[in-house]
């Protein structure tokens, strides 16, 4: 006889599948994943006096403070504890030149908190990723400070007496377009040079290896799938590919394409952003692909160098859409529609 | 007629472009500098209160059926004298201004004032009506205008007010910083009457 009183019903809403995984644990791994690309611009930068290391640290502050400060004006919870405004200030400083002077890192991180994440309702409202929303403010406010790139290797101006050598990002490069121009850049920059970051760009998009090594880690931790990247960046590829200039080594001008400016860097940090990005994977795939179209037409045709940002913040705005018409089967559901169709 | 209550639907509670989110083109290009939002903020107020007057007037003959074509007709004659009377007298800020003066003619807020106000109430309270919301639309103007350029040229009314060392934030004179600077604005606005409307509620609770 089973004694029915010793069992114990305990009845509780779904879900009923508990993990230790919370936001701050995954921001605690996105920050993980970010510090080898960190590392590497305090490196190549170092020159700079850690200022590679010190505009993140104020960036990440920045971001900190105003949203401390905002729910705080606002009386509402504190939620700076949850590490997604240090991730924020981290991206930010990331996609900014190591020229960057402070002040604008501190109302960059502003517009990026308070305008695109907070009047939205805070953590999982905004519809635009915050740290690409404030880059693109920066940029169209103070285009000129904005786009100082340095040459990595370039001497630290001591007490102002040397001069700050820029350099042409590779996609600047790339911008006079067709053959001759890939072949001065292959001139200028080898494949590794690109690979291991040798380049001038912003902070934390020089180095595909390091990129590379911190998306890895963002997998195997299972924080972001691969779906976003790969979609991304193959499309980026295959565009590429098919829009090689003539005479040029295609696979040659794929690997520039692909290691050159913040593709990395955004596809595998920026555009993977749970909050503005699809939720099912078909419409990951779709969002990452929109991603590649629109970067590889920004490259090609538009007045930028670069369109990795604009790319990702356009197709955040059609995230709702790609989360409306692609929705998942209900598991069990009958295929009667499907069938009924057939049937016409 | 009630003058007070016409004075904070103009201004704020029916604000034309705040609440009705009327002239929104007008807003969003000429509010570059404090002397533009000023100038077309009077002219607005001249051509709205006397197109107002004369609808106010004219509405028992002006037959239902071709009333839309009649207003413009009379808000047209008034955009062409202020025009005429800027050109004269203020060119340079006609200049500034440009094809936003002449279209004034088909701004929504005039032609949304005489069909919703004038062509149904008297001659005085409609030249109320048409100051107040003259003044409801030059105010977030001013607002409007201060900001950006302040922020994006560091002046006001021309006069440099930042130090030197502030780097203007360009952003703030192209469209994209007009149409962040009306957002805020609204959300300003609607926060604002939301607040009242909770307060006003509270109070009469208590009061039950």
Redesign the interface.
């Known amino acids: 006889m089973t004694e029915y009183k010793e069992l114990k019903l305990i009845a509780s809403s779904s879900p009923h599948i508990r993990s230790d995984e919370d936001t701050r644990s995954i921001m605690l791994d996105v920050i993980i994943a970010l510090l080898p690309a960190l590392l590497m611009s305090v490196y190549r930068f170092g020159n700079w006096n850690f200022r590679a290391l010190t505009v993140t640290a104020f960036s990440a502050g920045c971001c900190v403070l105003w949203e401390w400060l905002y729910r705080k004006l606002m009386k509402k919870s504190n939620m700076i504890g949850d590490l997604s405004a240090v991730v924020t200030g981290m991206l930010l400083a990331l996609v900014c030149p190591v020229t960057v002077p402070y002040w604008m890192i501190a109302?960059g991180s502003f517009f990026s908190i308070v305008?695109v994440k907070q009047?939205y309702g805070g953590i999982g409202c905004n519809f635009l990723n915050p740290a690409l929303a404030g880059r693109a403010?920066l940029v169209?406010?103070?285009?000129g400070?904005m786009t100082r790139w340095l040459a990595p290797e370039a001497s630290y101006p001591v007490l102002g007496s040397a001069d700050l050598v820029t350099a042409a990002t590779p996609l600047a490069i790339l911008k006079e377009g067709g053959a001759d121009a890939f072949a001065a850049l292959t001139q200028t920059y080898t494949a590794g040079d690109l690979f291991l970051g040798r380049i001038g760009g912003s902070l934390g998009e020089t180095s595909a290896l390091m990129l590379l090594l911190g998306g890895a880690y963002l997998l195997v931790r299972k924080v972001i799938s691969w779906h976003i990247p790969a979609a991304y960046i193959g499309t980026v590829a295959l565009v590429s590919l098919l829009a090689a200039p003539a005479g040029v080594d295609p696979w040659q001008y794929v690997t520039y394409q692909l290691f050159a400016g913040g593709l990395l860097l955004g596809a595998i940090f920026m555009a993977t952003d749970y909050a503005t990005s699809p939720v099912t994977k078909p419409g990951q795939l779709v969002f990452g692909a929109g991603c590649g179209l629109l970067t590889c037409f920004i490259r090609h045709f538009g007045s930028y160098p670069e369109g990795v940002c604009y790319s990702i913040l356009i197709m955040n705005c059609t995230t709702w859409l790609l989360d409306k018409y692609i929705r998942p089967v209900i598991y069990g559901a009958p295929k009667k529609e499907k069938k009924e169709a057939a049937a016409k | 007629m009630n003058v007070k209550k016409q004075f904070t639907d103009g201004l704020l509670t029916q604000n034309p472009v705040l609440v009705q989110l009327l002239g929104m083109c007008s807003t969003l290009a000429i509010t570059t500098s404090v002397m533009n939002g000023l100038g077309m903020g009077v002219s607005v107020i001249i051509i709205l209160t006397l197109s107002n007057i004369f609808i106010s007037l004219l509405r028992k003959i002006i037959p239902n059926e071709v009333r839309i074509a009649c207003y413009i007709i009379v808000i047209a004659g008034f955009v062409t004298c202020v025009q005429l009377l800027l050109k004269a007298f203020l060119p340079e800020l006609d200049k500034s201004l440009g094809v936003f003066i002449p279209l004034i003619v088909v701004n929504c807020i005039i032609l949304g004032r005489a069909e919703s106000f004038a062509s149904k109430n008297a001659v005085g309270a409609s030249a109320l009506d048409g100051i107040f919301q003259g003044l409801g639309y030059t105010a977030v103007l001013l607002v409007m205008c201060f900001f950006r350029e302040l922020l994006g040229a560091g002046t006001l009314l021309g006069v440099r007010i930042l130090p030197e060392s502030y780097?203007n934030?360009?952003?703030?004179t192209?469209p994209?910083g007009g149409f962040?600077c009306l957002g805020a604005l609204i959300?300003a606005m609607q926060w604002a009457m939301n607040r009242a409307a909770e307060k006003r509620a509270a109070a009469e609770k208590e009061a039950k």
Request: proline residues 6%.
């Open positions: 109302v305008v009047l403010v169209a406010a103070y285009a400070p | 780097t934030m360009g952003l703030m192209l994209v962040l959300a």
